[in-house]
């Protein structure tokens, strides 16, 4: 296809370079505020591309900042690099091989993310300055996006006040621009504090933190039939008290991830799962202390800006695969489940085509899409600006994210075909808004609208720091 729009020549020159970053990150996966490799790479490439840095953005030492351009509208493209652990996976192949075991992988596509988002940053300052075009484009190298809320740390810090509206992507196994719901969320630390005894012969004189940390998860399972049907509690033993069971549990930790579909609802669910925990440490005659780990806002919305991305991502088409593209996706396939291959139709609301390995089509903006909401740290930055994103398919129809599969079609030449599309995508939207003030001012008073009607609190209390 013939080069349409002169932004996607501006990517495609750099294409071979940012996929080489894109593997590079996927060779080094590391997580939560340690991507020190990862943000070196990224750093590289900002300062080859010739922006301005600035590091350790946010207090982050692996969060770093860079802009091109002066003057003009401020165009934030936000990039992710984290991976998860337990999901060492070789790429390239169609079966679960760890390559260590214990290992961390890129379950969730990051490496792709973040590099596409750069690339995309990289095609908008060359475009401005090929044109002498007023504007500034920031590239977000954001950590920690898995569990670790990095932009939420960032939007506090008012590193988005002067933007005009972000930008990002993730990849998927369909295109199209992403539709605004996620679940606001936070994860609390519950610690509880009792007295040691002898568990045979003093039982009476001890007060088991244990026992007190499973009162407060049977409390919490009552209070699941009465929440809102979007809202949900996870739970994870941080600390159960030791691996002495004739020793009377003095000390225990439970960290307990609230979600629910808006701030308020949030803080609502949060107040009675303190109450819990209240109450657990009564009934056990404990004392119960908290800490709030991290925290993320649900997605708001923006229509301008999502209309402005369909309408570049219908002048693309669907991304391009090969025949061997679909040969692997259909390779893929064979380890999934029929359901795992359904629910990817299902989250977008179309009627199943039976075979087909690889999406071949735009999804349409108003789509009704069905459950597959989890909680992202781009819902902060979408409160503090008009923010928008895209899907792009990047692997195979059915791939369910944190899996193996994810890892073994990273590196893939669909997922870099992917990738390089979404660099496209998002450069384009960015475009539009540079040359386009009406959009920029539409975009802001949609966002305004819903500011009114919801203020905007941060979902991480004030003295809690990025735990770096
Ligand atoms: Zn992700």
């Known amino acids: 296809m013939k080069n349409a729009d002169p932004i996607w020549d501006h990517v495609d020159r750099h294409r071979d370079d940012f996929i080489a970053l894109s593997d590079q990150v996927f060779d080094t996966p590391e997580t939560l505020y340690a991507e020190f490799e990862s943000v070196a790479e990224h750093k590289r490439m900002l300062q080859s591309q010739g922006f301005k840095l600035t590091e350790n953005a946010a207090g982050i030492p692996t969060a770093v900042i860079g802009e091109a351009g002066d003057e003009g ?245 669907p991304v391009a695969f090969d025949d061997a593209d679909q040969t692997f996706a259909r390779d893929i396939q064979t380890t999934l489940t029929a359901a795992d291959i359904a629910t990817t139709f299902k989250r977008i609301g179309a009627k199943p085509v039976k075979d087909l390995a690889l999406c071949d089509f735009i999804a349409p903006l108003d789509r009704h899409s069905d459950g597959g909401e989890g909680s992202t740290d781009v819902g902060d930055v979408s409160w503090a600006v008009p923010t928008v994103q895209a899907r792009v398919a990047t692997c195979a129809i059915g791939t369910p994210f944190h899996t193996w599969q994810t890892v073994a079609q990273g590196k893939a030449p669909a997922a870099h075909k992917g990738m390089i599309y979404a660099a496209k995508a998002m450069a384009a939207t960015a475009c539009r808004l540079v040359e386009n003030q009406p959009l920029i001012a539409a975009a802001r008073d949609t966002h305004q609208e819903h500011l009114e009607q919801t203020p905007y609190t941060c979902p991480i209390p004030d003295d809690v720091r990025p735990p770096v």
């Open 73 to 317: 509208p401020v165009i934030a493209i936000l990039g992710e690099f984290d991976a998860l652990p337990y999901l060492s996976q070789a790429p390239g192949v169609a079966e679960h091989q760890p390559l260590a075991e214990g290992g961390n992988g890129h379950g969730c596509g990051h490496n792709l993310l973040g590099a596409a988002a750069l690339l995309a940053a990289t095609a908008v300052k060359d475009w401005m300055a090929e044109n002498g075009i007023k504007g500034r484009v920031r590239y977000y190298g954001c950590p920690a996006e898995e569990g670790g809320a990095a932009k939420t740390y960032m939007v506090r810090e008012g590193l988005f006040d002067d933007v005009d509206a972000a930008i990002s992507w993730h990849p998927a196994t369909f295109t199209g621009v992403n539709e605004a719901r996620s679940l606001a969320n936070t994860r609390i630390d519950f610690t509880f504090h009792g007295k040691a005894a002898h568990a045979a012969g003093a039982p009476e004189l001890g007060r088991s933190a244990l026992d007190a940390v499973e009162l407060m998860n049977i409390g919490v399972n009552y209070l699941r039939e009465h929440m809102p049907d979007s809202a949900r509690v996870h739970y994870a033993y941080l600390d159960a008290g030791g691996v002495a069971p004739n020793v009377v549990q003095a000390k225990a930790t439970v960290r307990q991830l609230v979600r629910a579909s808006s701030l308020p609802e949030l803080a609502d669910l949060v107040a009675r799962v303190r109450n819990i925990a209240d109450g657990a440490a009564l009934m056990t005659g404990t004392q119960v202390t908290s800490q709030v780990f991290s925290g993320v806002s649900n997605l708001l919305g923006n229509r301008p800006l999502e209309e402005a991305m369909q309408h570049e991502l219908e002048k693309l088409g």
